[in-house]
C-alpha cells in the first residue's frame, strides 16, 4: 500500500489534508481550460515568443509608446503557480492595443506557428471577450487563494472560505429560487438546465457585457460564448464537489475555535477534539469552560488580535475573582486544533528559497551552508531593515577575510 496507508495502520487517527491553495488553483485551472478559448496556451506562447528576442522586446516598447500605455513587461504564466494566471491575463489586457499594433507591423517570422496563432488571437473579438470574462471571475479563486496562504492559522475558518467560494460561483449561474428553496448548497443540482440562470441574467462581469454590445458580433458567436461560461461554471463546481473536503466532518467542527462564532459553537465540536486528539483533559472542567466561554463578554484585546492564536493565549491569561486563571483545558484543545496546517505554503516557500539560494552558479553550496542561509533569511525579515551590532559586524568581517584568504 501506499505510504500513506502504513502511517495509518500505526496510527489510526491521523488525519490527511490535501493542499486547499492547490485545490482551489485547479478547479480555476480546469474550468478556465474547459472554456472555447485556450486562454493559458495564449498567455505562455506570447511571453515565450517577447521574452526571446531583444529587438521584438524593443519593438513592443515602441508600440506601447505610440498607444500611450503603460510601459509593462508580459508576465510570465506557469499553469503550476497558484496565482500567475489572473496576473499574467491582467497584464495581457492592459497591453492589448500596443500587442495588436506590434502583431499587426512585425515583419518577421511570418511563417513561424506561434507568431500566426498569437496574431490571429490577438485580431480576435472573441479571444478578448473570452480573455476579458476569464479575469473578472479569476479574483473569486485568488482572493480565497491568497488567504489560505497565510502563516497564521486559518484551520478554524477553513469550511466557512470554502463554502463561500462555492457559493459566490453559484450565485454567478443558478436561479436565486434554485439556491434559496435548497437546504444545503451542497444538494444544488448545478448542471439542471433549468436551475440556471437566462443569459441575460448570467454573471459574467460588466467588462465582458460591453463587448458583447458589438454590433458585428453574430448570435451564434454569443450563443456559443454563454454556452462556454455555464460550462466554465458547471467545471469548477464540479471539481470542488468532487475534491473539496466540503463534507468532512474535521473542518466542520474546526470552526469551534473561531471566537467570533462562539455563541452558535456546539460542546459537541469540542468533544469530537478531545477523542480525535486523545486530549487528556477534565470532562467536567472543559465543558464548564466552554459554557463560560459562550456567555462570556471578551475584551476588545482579545476580539482586535490580529491572529486567533494570539487571541486563545490572551483567553488562557483572564483570571477569575480568586485570580486563578479562568480557562484551563479549553485553550489546550483550540491550541491543538490551530496548530494542524490548513494548506502546503510554507514548505512551498521554503522550497522556493531553497531554489534561489541553491542556483547553478552555486551548485557546489554543501548542506549546512544552505541551511545557515535559510536560517537567516527566516529569522532575520528583510535585510536592509536589520540593524546589527558592532560584534555582528566584527564576526561577519572576520568570515570574510578567512574566506578571502581560502581562494
Known sequence: GSALQRVKKKQPNLKFIGCLCHLIHLAAQKATNSLAVDVEGILIKLFYYLEKSSKRKSEFKNCQVLSDVK????????????????????RLIEQWVPLQIFFANSNVMKDNENYLMLCESLKSPKVKLYCVFVMAILPTFTKVNVALQKEQPCIHTLHDDLMNLYYELLVRFIKPAAITKSKSLLNINFQKAKNQKSDDSLVVGSSARV???DSNRTLEEKEEFFLS?????VTACKYIIRKFPLQDEFFK????????????ADLQSVKYFTS??????DSDQLELEF???QADSLSSEILEAE???VAWHKISQIKNSNGYAK???LPKVMMSILSVPHSNAASERIFSMVRKNQTESRSSMNTKTLESLLITKLNMGICYDVKLSNDDLKKAKGACYLMQKKL
Not at 506557469?78 to 491582467?90: F, G, I, Y
Not at 469551534?256 to 462564532?261: D, S, T
Not at 480525535?276 to 483533559?281: A, G, I, P, Q, T
Open 71 to 90: 510601459i509593462h513587461k508580459i508576465f510570465k504564466h506557469v499553469s503550476t503557480r497558484w496565482l500567475s494566471l489572473e496576473n499574467a491575463l491582467t
Open 211 to 213: 463587448l458583447l454590445q
Open 229 to 233: 461560461v455555464r460550462k466554465f461554471f
Open 253 to 264: 467542527h474546526a470552526s469551534v475555535a473561531n471566537i467570533f462564532k462562539r455563541q452558535t
Open 276 to 281: 480525535l486528539f486523545n486530549c487528556c483533559v
Open 291 to 293: 459554557a463560560f466561554f
Open 307 to 309: 491572529r486567533v492564536d
Open 327 to 329: 480557562y484551563v483545558a
